[in-house]
């Protein structure tokens, strides 16, 4: 299994910038797809952003799209969430999340991811 922390969240305004880090620990996170998640209180997680295992290739929520950019490093074991232009709705716990089976894809439920991190809170007041 994957072992991920997420780190970088932190409370800012409205039409700031955050970026989320994840390192992740195990061998084969070069072979993973990787994604990113969020959960705002009463809420189910909620996709957000994957990118394919080689980096050629990502799908963004439409929620987030043209604001939020997913990239990684396969050599340092780490996957980036870059946020601009961040609104009170984008206020939530993001969690880093690793494909549960190598598939070579664009998984974006979250049963597809097998490998969680603990969370950081992002907040962002108006």
């Known amino acids: 299994q994957v072992q991920l922390v997420e780190s970088g969240g932190g409370l800012v305004q409205t039409g700031s910038t955050l970026r989320l880090s994840c390192a992740a620990s195990?061998?084969?996170?070069?072979?993973?797809?990787m994604g990113w998640f969020r959960q705002a209180p009463g809420k189910e997680r909620e996709f957000v952003a994957v990118?394919?295992?080689?980096?050629?290739?990502?799908s963004i929520a439409d929620s987030v799209k043209g604001r939020f950019t997913i990239s990684r490093d396969n050599a340092k074991n780490m996957v980036y969430l870059q946020m601009n232009s961040l609104k009170p709705e984008d206020t939530a716990v993001y969690y880093c999340?690793?494909?549960?089976?190598?598939?070579?894809?664009?998984?974006?439920?979250?049963?597809?991811?097998?490998?969680w991190g603990q969370g950081t809170q992002v907040t962002v007041s108006s």
């Open positions: 999340a690793a494909e549960y089976q190598l598939s070579g894809g664009l998984p974006k439920r979250v049963g597809d991811f097998g490998s």
């Open positions: 195990e061998h084969t996170f070069s072979s993973r797809a």
């Open positions: 990118i394919r295992w080689n980096g050629g290739s990502t």
